[in-house]
């Protein structure tokens, strides 16, 4: 089965890209599903499960073959009880059980999920695995199910297309397929120059409507006016983010009393890297803390009541610390999250506020039909690990679900056509498609 999984390019729908092959190579205790749909404004979770609950407990079952599991949890949110009472209806053994979480941001960040439903702490810098979980997406799941039962690749995925359009909604869109060709079906208005927000508002990276194509980790497209708040918080530049921390952050620490990491126990203190910042007195502590930092941007684009931007800052200071090779080296012998943890967790709706979105806030009805195009743009990356390795030519027509580059290397995946066509371009990091008409 492990190989169907690998053979099918899927990856993690949710995040990272991790492999979900490599993953699953290892045994665990725990699967968890994350079904939380973390990120204010997505309902493509939602929609998966709304349409495929039977496929996804299937799916549940396969992987507790593989990895002989004793519990598989699904988190869900409160607002979409509905989605965890459908898959009850589906749950013939007493090994998965739906666990409905409360509305508020990060649910769906792993560490948070797993801490509010097996109350373990993942040690700084370590993963699930550590205590004995793996956790997988809900499109994830999915995806085992449709590659081992039905041979089905993974070329497709469910995308919600949100923010200032005619017609926000969810589809099940093919991978490559330009933010540009979505845009014009989602019904642009006049006068706005748009900018897209590949992901969710707090964790998503802006995007070139022009650049923007839907990966494998693209559970959504927000497509937003250059003048947006969030736009325009999103797209500062590091030194005026620098210059705005070192005049004006007062170390009020109210970046760590709401830090999602903090909350849960591990030593991320963002104040402290603000107060490094300002003193220009970087100790290799504080580069470890940084690497902590799950950018969730709490701090960023809530917590901080004049608006600096502590998860840059963060952002920052761990790529340098990757840059320069050095290992992170902090974990501590136990865990344990504050007292005043439940008091300091953040209603979706707090957020939904801040960020001037509630507008686009509103359930989204699955849409069968899907953009016209003509090209895919289908990226060599679009997982962790090395890019895949074309074996395709300019010129030569191909299948969908056609391998056009294979795996390079261990954590590296395979990627399938998502269109019947002709390549037309084989790029350092993209092929080109052209659909057959
Ligand atoms: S970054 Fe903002 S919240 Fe954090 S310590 Fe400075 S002023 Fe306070
Ligand atoms: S982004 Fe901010 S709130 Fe989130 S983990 Fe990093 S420091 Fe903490």
Known sequence: MIDKIEKAGISGA??????TFFKLGAKAEYYIINAAECEPLLESDRNIMLRNAEKIISGIKKVKKIIDFKKAYIGIKQKNTDCGELLKKFIDVDYIEVKILKNIYPSGDEQVMIYEIL???VPEGGIPLNIGVIVNNVETVYRIEKAISENEVFNKRYVTVNGEIEKPC????????????ILEFAGKKKGINYIAIDGGPMMGKI????????KKTTSGILFLSENHELILRKTQSIKNIFAQAQASCCNCMTCTELCSRYLIGHRMEPHKIMRALCSQNFDEKIFEYATLCSECNICELYACPINLSPKTVNQFLKEKFRKEGKKINIKKDSYEAPEERSGRQIPSDRIINRLDIKKYYKKLEFKDEIPEFTKVFLKLSQHIGAPSKPIVSVGQNVKKGDIIAEKNGNLSMPLHSSVDGKVVEVGSDTIIIEVSI
Request: proline residues 7%.
């Open 14 to 19: 949710g995040g990272a890209g991790f492999p």
């Open 119 to 121: 109350g373990k702490i």
């Open 170 to 181: 969810v589809m099940e869109l093919p991978l490559g397929i330009s933010f540009s060709d």
């Open 207 to 214: 995007t070139d409507i022009k650049d923007g194509v839907v």
